[in-house]
């Protein structure tokens, strides 16, 4: 099956996000322990990201984005998201599973090795597979993803099933946020509009949910706005930008090459 779904995953690249469709009840033990039942957790108002890994290279980048999704939802909203990482198959066992998520700094992944819990569930299978799952009683998918990460779409759905059980995200000033060039070596430049006058807050996270590097604090005046990002000191990878605005933000992966 893994040699199956790594010629799926190179010949396939999809994406897409559903909230028609519902998600697929489960329950399972985790790698401590503990059983999980899906609908009782999502019925208590809970929010569930669902990465599947084998583990694998491609499996990494969804799992470390939702790692800092994770962690940003932390200080506001303690304990209303969970992520869980299932390998694909049940073939990597829970010492193999662990073992892996630890070496790749991965900290809020709750962990599980078991084969009943299929991606299949959510359409077409690829390395990555992210679901987010919310909406209480009415356990809508509100990510459904194959192939490919998208910090951005995946903070978007999470703010949609957080508003979904009743953590009303509003209407955000920061509008048409974009990054150039990116990739890049040194550094790039950010350029945002606000639709009112904003204190903003700027931070750079690596991709295991951590402060990579403080950008911007202070007041922003309505209307286009541009800042210098500078790369000097950050090793090269992909990193998430954290644009805050009160108690909303917007995420766009960035990119720093050698």
Not at 233 to 257: C, D, E, H, P, W
């Amino acid at each position: 099956m893994r040699k199956l779904l790594l010629s799926i995953s190179f010949a396939l690249i999809t994406m897409f996000n559903v909230q028609a469709q519902t998600a697929t009840d489960f329950t399972s033990t985790d790698c401590n322990g503990v059983s999980h039942h899906l609908f009782n957790e999502l019925n208590s108002g809970k929010v569930i990201i669902i990465v599947w890994v084998m583990p694998c290279g491609s499996c990494l980048g969804p799992s470390l984005t939702a790692n800092a999704l994770m962690e940003s939802t932390k200080t506001a909203h303690p304990n209303l998201v969970s992520f869980y990482m299932f390998d694909d198959d049940g073939g990597t066992n829970c010492t193999s599973l662990n073992s892996w998520k630890s070496s790749n700094n991965i900290t809020n992944a709750i962990t599980f090795s078991d084969s009943k819990v299929k991606m299949t569930a959510y359409g077409s299978v690829g390395m990555p597979k992210v679901v987010i799952l919310g909406g209480g009683a009415s356990h809508t998918v509100f990510y459904n993803a194959a192939n490919t990460v998208d910090a951005n779409a995946m903070q978007t759905a999470l703010n949609q099933a957080m508003a979904a059980t009743g953590i009303e995200q509003g209407t955000s000033p920061i509008q048409a946020a974009s990054v150039s060039p990116n990739p890049a070596f040194n550094g790039a430049q950010l350029k945002f509009t606000l639709t009112e006058k904003s204190d903003i807050v700027i931070d750079l996270y690596g991709m295991d949910g951590k402060l990579a590097k403080a950008v911007f604090k202070g007041v922003k005046e309505a209307g286009e706005n541009n800042l210098p990002l500078e790369y000097t000191g950050l090793a090269a990878g992909t990193y998430l930008l954290r644009i805050q605005s009160g108690s909303k933000f917007q995420y766009m992966n960035v990119v720093i090459t050698q």
